[in-house]
Structure formats: C-alpha cells, structure tokens
C-alpha cells in the first residue's frame, strides 16, 4: 500500500510553545489529508480535512486558530498545535487520500504522540 | 446519533479459534463504503479489509472475512484461526459520499481484542 510518514513520531513541549508535525504522502500525490486526534483509549476524531491549495474545513468545536492546517502541496499537509495547553497532549494522526470515490482507502501515517507538560 | 457503533468494548478469544467482531451503522446514503482497521498497541492505522454498499458477496482477505448484512446495516468483521499478533484495537468506520467525494472516514469507538494462548 502507500506510504504516509509523519514527524516527529513524539514530541514534548512546554506549555504556551506552538508545535508543527508534518505529514507526508511518500509514493502518491494526495487529493485529500485529514487530520485526526485520539485520546487514550477512544476512537479516532476527525479534526479537519484539507485539500491541496484551499482551506481546511475543521469540524465543530474545532479551534482554527489553534490548530492550523497548511495544505502546501499533493504531498505534504502541516498541523500546527499554536499555545499548546496539556488538555491539547493526544495522538494526532494524519490521513491522505488519492482519490475522490467511497473506495479509494485512506493511508494513514503513524502517528504523533504530543505530550504537553 | 451514532454513524458507527461498535458495542464491544473488549473481547477475548482463545488462540487458533475464530473471532467476530460487531459493528452496525446508520446512514441515509444508498452509496457507502465500509472499512476495518486494525492498530495495535504501536498506535498506527492498519487496513484490513473493505465492503461497498453494492457489493454483492462479503469481503474476504486472508483470514478476515466481512459478515455484511445490509437490510440489517451491520457488518462484523470475523477473524478466523487467531493469532497471538490479533491482540490490538479493531476499528469499523465508514465512508458516505459527499458533495466533493472527499469525506473523512468516520469511526466506530473500537473492540480491543485480547488473543489467549
């Protein structure tokens, strides 16, 4: 399947400081990323979703101003956790799509672990 | 209401017996992909399998298998012959169509599964 990384894969940070990760689609050129949060033990949360040169569309009670999304190019969407608070520490988990049907999977990255202290 | 709901919060399974893991949905849509995710402790997204709401005969893959019963909206996921390596997070989740084809999959809170030797 394709490949999508993610970094960094964990990252601690003090509290107030602003955070990027980046996510990368490797072998394929993304129509679509997304961006999901995962606290421990719950599911996975869509955040926003971003398509290459426009803005994300963030689900409700989603900060924008907090979260920013970057979507630069086919390959590569930037998550930027601005003022992190440790309410804000989880799992943020990128996602990339190729295509536009209900089948075209999604690839998901890795993960990144944020811890804010 | 619940797009995905996954009423298993945990199961337990003795090694080289079968497994089925439940997941019923709700949606309007005629048109809708439906996915199985596996992550273990690691935390990435592994796919596993995938069933579309037209599809005439259940998915397969391996030793997974969708249990796809349309009129009922369920699709439960059976894994046959466990393994030791089975023991992670099961997530259900599902794609409906949207008006740019680019909708997030949404996802079920998740069947942690605990294979025994």
């Known amino acids: 399947g394709a490949v999508v990384s993610q970094h960094p894969s964990w990252v601690i940070c003090k509290s107030g400081t602003s955070v990027k990760i980046e996510c990368r689609s490797l072998d394929f050129q993304a129509t679509t990323m997304f961006w999901y949060r995962q606290f421990p033990k719950q599911s996975l949360m869509l955040m926003a979703t971003?398509?290459?040169?426009?803005?994300?569309?963030?689900e409700q009670g989603v900060e924008k101003d907090k979260f920013l999304i970057n979507h630069a190019s086919l390959t590569l969407s930037t998550l930027t956790v601005t003022s992190a608070h440790p309410e804000d520490s989880s799992f943020y988990i990128c996602?990339?799509?190729?295509?536009?049907?209900?089948?075209?999977?999604?690839?998901f990255g890795p993960g990144t672990r944020l811890t804010v202290l | 209401a619940q797009k995905i709901t996954q009423t298993q919060p945990g199961m337990f399974v003795q090694e080289k017996e079968a497994v089925t893991l439940d997941c019923t949905y709700d949606?309007?849509?005629?048109?809708?992909?439906l996915f199985w995710y596996k992550q273990p402790s690691s935390g990435e997204m592994i796919f596993l399998i995938y069933q579309g709401s037209y599809d005439q005969q259940n998915a397969t893959e391996g030793r997974y298998s969708l249990n796809f019963q349309k009129a009922r909206k369920s699709a439960n996921l059976v894994i046959s012959a466990s393994q030791l390596g089975d023991s992670a997070m099961y997530f259900c989740?599902?794609?409906?169509?949207?008006?740019?084809?680019?909708?997030?999959?949404?996802f079920g809170s998740g069947t942690r599964l605990q294979v025994q030797p």
């Open positions: 996602s990339a799509r190729a295509g536009t049907t209900i089948y075209n999977e999604q690839f």
């Open positions: 949606t309007s849509d005629p048109s809708y992909g």
């Open positions: 971003s398509n290459e040169g426009s803005k994300a569309t963030y």
């Open positions: 989740a599902m794609r409906e169509p949207g008006g740019t084809g680019r909708r997030a999959l949404t």
